[in-house]
């Protein structure tokens, strides 16, 4: 009898250990139908589709409020007013236009996010493709190269919006969240010059027409002379020199040529075109209605931003009547045949029957490089957010001016740079002018403006004070905007706050 | 297989009834109190089984047993239980005292049992005894004002529709749901599916002291519920119980008729613009009275009925409980579309193998069928139809001048039976449609079928070592499925293809158990040692799918078989899966009962934690001192029991979700490319991964002390403090991290509180009663939310989503939160003299009649900055009495049950559509200097956002007091149905919710589930009137 409690006893201790000895693999599931960050990137596509996250957010507008860089640039420098329906439609923008950023308030928070999304998405991939085994070659060293160029992108707008950062280039281990501190603007551009310098060897020369928007070679070498001409040293024009006039010679490898015609350099028909270097495409293919968070959609909103509120005529659709372009822009242009190209005489549209609503700020003369066109409106998803409107952000025309301001900064071959000056002016009919930086610099805002470029020119050229101080910029402070506060706070401290904004 | 096996156990069940009977004795007797009087109507039972006689006028009995040693059980309420062997048939006199304390009975402790006198933790049970003749809808409610800590606040008056449980205040602000333990098996989705006569006991583990051998489960608190096993009475009985109902509404709101909504329109729209040309209804007084559409939703009849039978017994080997129950509810709100069947069978046994092994099981099983209605939501519920349409519209349309215009013969318009055409309102907007005719086109149906089971052995190979092996599932499959025909509503609300959909969905949850106790008493210590292994898993999986067009036109005929085009043939699924693996161990000590010691420690490994966290431990440890235990407490008729309780633990809720730890990769993050501008799919993680995600923690203290005073006067007080961190949100990192944090153990809150339970009871003569009564008063407060977060954000009303609650660091957890408004400018003086610093007026849109807000932050203008803390949904006391009494045959039982100190806010009326209807209060609105200080002034343009910001006007007090139960009942005589072959024959009444005092005007007070104390248009409770019967054999 006793024998047989002892029996089961033992099966009974024996069916536990079985259970006691398999905990282990027990509690460590997978779970299924989810792609996980660990397992995803393990093949082409889905490194592609990695790589892609990362252009993505070229395209960003909206990230943390609108940001988008060519309208909010064209505010912040003497092109353009902030505009919008009044002084608190877009107060970050107001500020900006006024210079009159507290840590709180400014468009710094979006622009911080939005570059910082794109290096975390860009460091991660790099991170994938190094482990990743069954990548071929090419994919690798192209993919790898665009990775790159894209942070390095990312850290110039940094750089330059914000001066001291921090330098993150890699995924950041959990331990290292709340402790990084900012780097030197020369930390920051050594590390962009070092990712451009490895990148554009990886990348193609030219683009085909299915994959137009992805880096080519001439994109990445233009963007790493734009970085060392910015830089101010003139040490580094060498090289700048050789890389422009690779992209800007006749014949060059990648195609390039200027547009004959100027306006058609902006017509939304001519994407990718001949002059166009460095281009962040849009459509309305996602369709995309969201607006708690635009930047999933693929549209410029910066093309809704600068229509005419509420208009109602011929060729332009509707906008919200954002940076209304200053009069004083107006008159620089006024006499120049860019000038049709460049700004929508509202003045001139009402007299031939259309009707806007004046909005903030207004002038009467609004932004056309990439208006919102009623051809072009979107009919799928909410047309505000899915304007197909691509921008260039950098196109031979820079390039060209770019050069012949490098040649004039160190005094080398004037004959090109004349050439290159006149090639500019003569494509809209204008003679020839002394190969000054004045003049170079002249040429930029007409030829440039609206662009984006403007406000950063200002600042490198030391002009910012005489041209904006009456609006309200002033010498070391409003160069950069405000470190986020968030960041300030988040970080206990160790993020620092940027000079004359405490 | 495991049907098979019960279906053999429940084969030797119905052997071993039948045991022979032998040698019968037949024994005579007088039951006398103390005193010497005699007892009438006292129980005489013979053990363990339901044959029983009862005393005479005389307090004489007679009965025949069935051997010698046969105990009979002699009991009486509010007397001490006594027990008689017998021996011989020599008559024997037997002496019934009053009850000294409750404190002798067993109460569930999680793995075993305790006796209730030298408990440490904080439990309340409510026994069999409690809930028999006392019908609740689900077994959930028979909780509602029995126990003190409990706050119960019905989900629904829809038949099926569950409670929102929370045991010491909501613990978290993510997953407050209590464990639910049947029979040792972890159930999820409720007890609902319990059939009430099943249960023996239910317990709830209030304190962290008595939760922690749940560990990592047992942060918002256990509730263990134990079905019945059945008696070694060596005779089956046969239990048959049923009640039918009717219910109703309780209360009307009292609406605006036709002439008074359109004379109001009136008003409003001419306060918006005195220039108006003509008024939109020219001659309010020709729509007469107009439709009562409340009358058209409610049923002031429906239908409830229960069924429940039960057969029970066993002898020495073995004991059996089986059951069947049906259960068929209609509701009162849309009758054909609110209805709840189920129905239950249950199948328990255990079998003495040899002396040391014994094997048992229990195996429920429960079908579900029902319809459903929203039940508080203003987006088409409805009620909040009813309520907020116009009374002009009729519920069909019967003059042929209309129902031929082109609206209704050019449209799939709704017709009723006799295919007149439901009523299409030309006033109102958004959701609000005829209802009755919305509800035609809702078709729609649930169903669920639940098992739920375990089977043990346990060995005993020496006395007091037990070891036990349980395995338990809970297997379900549930779905639901749902047609939409073709069907023209108004303008905005048409379909123009049919849609179908049909889901189901698996769940099955198993556990094994195994544990070693060992019992052992060494002069006065007492010792009780359980280790314990436990691992489970929980998984399912839905699979769905819908098609649209498919050619028919109701639900009956619909079907996911016709073929469809592929764009409108749609499949989905998903599916879950986590797994808990433990071990548990508790030392429960007591020194001659006198000092008493419990401590637990359990570690729990869950799926559901990061790798960095992967196990937690659990330790709780609990004191108690029986101070009239000790010989120098005085002797003395006042206090005759007392014990002093204390205990510390911590428990955790692992109620976060699977796989949360893990960073995902989504898609959507797209970029064009190509000339002809192709979309690319990019593919980017969601968020940082968090490999030190884990439970969220409780730590609660309780003191307590339990009394008796005068032998029939009984005290339980608790005081706790619970504080709960680690809750789970998102973690805030630095925007240069580039990507959103993951979600992380942030957040803090605390409940406070004291509860009381008092117990009474008395004979006098032949008339006995007992009164319970309990009392909690309970404070939540938000203690952290993250270093970036000031507060949360809650519910929202209107389309426009107005805040209505929030969750704020230093409030109560989902707290009201909107505008003060300090009465209604009574003229224009009032408002010009409303300036702030800069002698601007604050409200410059304001006119009198216009609510006058209070410029909280001082910055001399209304804004959203203005808004605070307005109130609290939740109770700051809860409470509930029992009264049982009986005299004779008769028996009377009363529930009666509260809340005080919360709010409810009102959103009834679509505020933001001028053309909803009012109740009448707004007859008295504001109309000229002096008229009101409290509705502001109608009009369609509202300037002032009288009615679009949240403010304080529309909170109510919420507390109630309600007649919860009360019921009459008549036993027959034990001698006069023993002649029909019965043991018990009981007739009964009873009305459930027969009156509620509240101020609150809406329906109900008692707003749970998603919506708490956000009223928008509530499905009620019923006021219900039942009759029953119960019958042994």
């Known amino acids: 009898m006793k024998n047989k409690y002892i029996k089961c006893t033992i099966a009974i201790v024996a069916i536990m250990q079985i259970f006691v000895s398999c905990k282990k693999d027990f509690l460590e599931l997978t779970p299924k139908g989810t792609a996980l960050e660990d397992n995803f990137y393990k093949n082409e596509t889905e490194v592609m589709q990695g790589i892609i996250s990362v252009y993505d957010v070229m395209q960003w507008g909206t990230t943390g409020g609108y940001t988008m860089k060519m309208p909010l640039l064209s505010a912040a420098s003497d092109d353009t007013w902030a505009g919008g329906s009044n002084a608190s439609d877009q107060p970050n923008w107001v500020a900006f236009d006024n210079f009159n950023m507290d840590s709180r308030i400014g468009p710094q928070g979006g622009l911080w996010n939005k570059n910082f999304t794109g290096i975390n998405r860009a460091n991660l991939i790099l991170s994938k493709i190094e482990n990743a085994t069954t990548l071929s070659v090419p994919f690798k060293t192209r993919v790898t190269a665009e990775a790159k160029f894209l942070r390095a992108y990312f850290y110039f707008d940094l750089v330059r919006l914000f001066g001291r950062v921090p330098l993150i280039i890699t995924v950041l281990p959990t331990a290292d969240l709340y402790n990084q501190a900012q780097s030197t603007p020369a930390q920051i551009y050594a590390q962009i010059e070092k990712d451009l310098r490895e990148a554009y060897p990886g990348l193609p020369p030219t683009i085909s027409a299915t994959e137009k928007g992805r880096i080519s070679m001439g994109a990445a070498k233009a963007q790493l002379g734009k970085v060392l001409l910015y830089q101010n040293d003139n040490a580094k024009l060498a090289e700048a020199i050789t890389l422009f006039e690779d992209i800007n010679k006749v014949g060059n490898v990648y195609g390039y040529n200027l547009m004959p015609v100027y306006a058609d350099i902006f017509n939304p028909a001519n994407k990718f075109n001949t002059e166009s270097i460095l281009e962040i495409p849009h459509s309305n293919n996602a369709a995309w209605g969201d607006w708690g968070w635009i930047n999933g959609g693929e549209g410029n909103v910066g093309t809704q931003f600068i229509g005419m509120d509420s208009y109602n005529g011929d060729t332009y659709s509707s906008g919200w009547g954002f940076c209304p372009v200053t009069l004083d822009l107006v008159n620089a242009l006024k006499t120049d045949p860019r000038f049709s190209a460049t700004i929508i005489d509202g003045t001139a549209l009402k007299a031939g029957g259309a009707t806007y609503n004046a909005r903030y700020q207004n002038t009467d003369y609004f932004i056309k490089k990439y208006a919102p066109l009623k051809a072009y409106r979107s009919a799928s998803g909410v047309a505000e957010q899915n304007w197909p409107i691509n921008e260039i952000e950098i196109r031979l025309a820079d390039t060209y001016l770019m050069q012949a301001e490098a040649l004039v900064k160190t005094g080398t071959n004037p004959t090109r740079a004349k050439e290159l000056l006149d090639a500019v002016r003569g494509r809209v009919g204008l003679g020839s002018i002394a190969v000054t930086l004045d003049n170079i610099y002249n040429e930029r805002r007409l030829e440039l403006a609206t662009e984006g470029h403007r406000f950063f020119d200002l600042v490198r050229t030391g002009k910012a004070v005489t041209v904006l101080g009456t609006v309200g910029f002033k010498a070391n402070k409003s160069e950069y905007l405000p470190i986020p506060q968030t960041e300030i706070d988040i970080t206990k401290g160790i993020i620092k706050q940027n000079p004359g904004y405490n | ?1033």
């Open chain 2, 1 to 1033: 297989m495991k049907g098979k096996s019960t279906f053999i156990l429940l084969l030797f069940s119905m052997l071993f009834s039948l045991s022979v009977r032998a040698q019968e004795i037949d024994v005579s007797g007088k039951v006398t109190s103390k005193d010497g009087l005699p007892i009438p109507g006292v129980s005489v039972l013979i053990q363990g089984t339901k044959i029983g006689v009862a005393t005479n006028q005389n307090g004489e009995f007679r009965i025949k047993v069935p051997k010698a040693g046969t105990v009979l059980v002699f009991s009486q309420i509010g007397m001490a239980t006594q027990t008689f062997a017998i021996n011989s048939n020599e008559p024997i006199n037997v002496v019934l005292t009053d009850t000294e304390n409750e404190l002798e009975q067993v109460v569930v402790v999680g793995y075993g049992t305790q006796k209730k006198s030298i408990v440490t933790g904080a439990i309340s049970q409510v026994k069999a005894s409690d809930l028999e003749n006392m019908p609740v809808m689900r077994i959930e409610q028979s909780l509602q004002g029995r126990t003190a800590g409990l706050t119960i606040t019905t989900s629904s008056g829809q038949p099926g529709d569950g409670a929102t449980l929370r045991i010491r205040g909501t613990t978290s602000i993510n997953n407050s749901d209590a464990l639910y333990i049947v029979d040792g098996v972890q159930v999820g989705g409720g007890i609902d599916y319990l059939n009430q006569s099943d249960i023996e006991s239910i317990e709830v583990l209030k304190d962290a002291a008595s939760a922690a051998i749940y560990g990592a489960r047992a942060a918002n608190g256990v509730v263990i519920v134990t079905t019945k096993k059945g008696t070694r009475s060596g005779k089956m009985s046969v239990n048959y119980n049923t009640y039918l109902g009717t219910q109703a509404p309780a209360r009307k709101l009292d609406l605006l008729n036709a002439t008074q909504y359109a004379t109001l329109y009136n008003e409003a729209e001419f306060a918006a613009n005195p220039n108006v040309a003509a008024p939109r209804f020219p001659n309010p007084s020709q729509y007469g009275v107009g439709t009562d559409w409340q009358s058209a939703i409610f049923n002031n009849s429906a239908k409830i009925q229960n069924h429940e039978l039960s057969l029970s017994g066993g002898g020495e080997k073995s004991i059996y409980y089986s059951s069947f129950g049906y259960f068929d509810q209609d509701g009162i709100v849309a009758s054909d579309n609110s209805q709840y069947k189920r129905f239950t069978a249950r199948f328990n046994s255990e079998h003495q193998i040899t002396k040391a092994i014994k094997f048992g099981q229990t195996i429920g099983y429960t079908r579900t069928n029902s319809v459903g209605v929203s039940t508080n939501t203003e987006y088409g519920s409805p009620l909040n139809r009813a309520i907020n349409i116009d009374p002009l519209t009729p519920i069909v349309e019967t003059d042929p001048a209309k129902y031929n215009l082109p609206l209704y013969t050019g449209n799939p318009v709704v017709r009723n039976s006799q295919g007149l055409p439901y009523g299409i309102s030309s006033y109102a907007q958004s959701e609000i449609l005829n209802p009755i005719a919305a509800l035609a086109v809702a078709q729609g149906k649930g169903w669920s079928d639940k098992v739920v089971g375990n089977a043990f052995v346990e060995v005993e190979p020496i006395k007091g070592l037990k070891i036990r092996s349980q395995g338990g599932v809970d297997l379900a499959f549930w779905g639901n499925e749902g047609f939409t025909p073709i069907y023209f509503l108004n303008s905005i609300n048409q379909t123009t293809i049919t849609s179908y959909n049909r889901n189901s969905n698996r769940g099955l949850f198993w556990s094994l158990e195994n544990t070693i106790s060992y019992n052992k008493a060494i002069e006065k210590h007492n010792f009780t040692v359980l280790l314990g292994y436990s691992a489970q898993k929980n998984k399912g999986e839905t699979n769905g799918g819908s098609k649209d067009g498919i050619p028919v036109n109701n639900l009956k005929d619909a079907s996911l078989q016709f073929p469809v085009s592929r764009t409108n043939d749609v499949f989905y699924g998903g599916e879950y899966l986590n797994t808990l693996n433990s071990m548990f161990a508790r030392l429960t000590y007591d020194y001659n009962e006198k000092y008493l010691f419990t401590g637990i420690v359990r570690r729990d490994g869950s799926s559901r934690f990061g790798p960095n966290n992967k196990y937690g431990y659990f330790p709780s440890g609990s004191v108690g001192w029986i101070a009239s235990k000790e010989s120098f407490f005085p002797q003395n008729k006042v206090v005759t029991f007392l014990k002093f309780r204390g205990s510390y633990g911590i428990t955790g809720n692992d109620n976060i979700g699977d796989f949360r730890y893990l960073s995902t990769v989504s898609g959507g993050r797209n970029y064009t490319l190509g000339t002809s501008a192709g979309l690319n799919n990019g593919v980017s993680p969601d968020a940082l991964s968090n490999p030190d995600l884990r439970w969220e923690e409780t730590s609660s203290t309780d003191i307590g002390l339990d009394a008796t005073l005068f032998g029939n006067f009984t005290i339980t007080a608790d005081w706790y403090h619970k504080k709960t961190s680690g809750m789970l949100l998102q973690i805030a990192v630095p925007g240069y991290v580039g990507n959103s944090g993951p979600i992380g153990n942030i957040a803090d809150l605390s409940n406070k509180g004291f509860e009381l339970e008092l117990g009474y009871n008395k004979r006098i003569g032949e008339f006995s009663f007992k009164v319970a009564a309990n009392g909690s008063f309970l404070t939540n407060n938000i203690d952290f939310l993250g270093d970036d977060k000031e507060f949360l954000g809650g519910q929202t009303v209107t389309p426009q989503g107005l805040e209505v609650t929030r969750t704020v660091i230093g409030h109560a957890i989902g707290s009201f939160y909107g505008y003060r408004s300090n009465g209604l400018f009574q003229n224009q003086a009032e408002i010009n003299n409303y300036k702030n610093a800069g002698g601007a007026l604050v409200q410059p849109n304001a006119k009198p009649g216009d609510i006058k807000f209070i410029d909280l932050n001082g910055d001399g203008l209304i804004s959203d900055n203005d808004r605070e803390i307005i109130g609290d949904p939740t109770p700051d006391f809860t409470y509930g009495f029992t009264i049982n009494a009986a005299y004779k045959g008769f028996d009377f039982v009363m529930l009666g049950q509260g809340v005080a100190g919360n709010q409810v806010f009102n959103a009834l009326r679509r505020f933001d559509l001028p053309t909803a209807n009012y109740t009448t209060a707004i007859l008295d609105r504001w109309r000229g200097e002096g008229t009101s200080n409290v509705t502001p002034r109608l009009t369609l343009q509202d300037d002032n956002k009288n009615y679009s910001r949240v403010s304080s006007l529309f909170l109510e007090d919420g507390s109630y007091f309600r007649i919860k139960t009360l019921q009459i009942g008549y036993s027959l005589p034990t001698k006069l149905v023993s002649k029909a072959g019965l043991n018990k024959l009981r007739f009964y009444v009873m009305a459930n919710n027969l009156v509620t005092f509240t101020k609150y005007t809406g329906y109900d007070p008692e707003i749970g589930g998603g919506s708490y104390g956000v009223d928008r248009g509530f499905y009620p409770q019923a006021r219900t009137f039942f009759a029953g019967l119960n019958v042994g054999f």
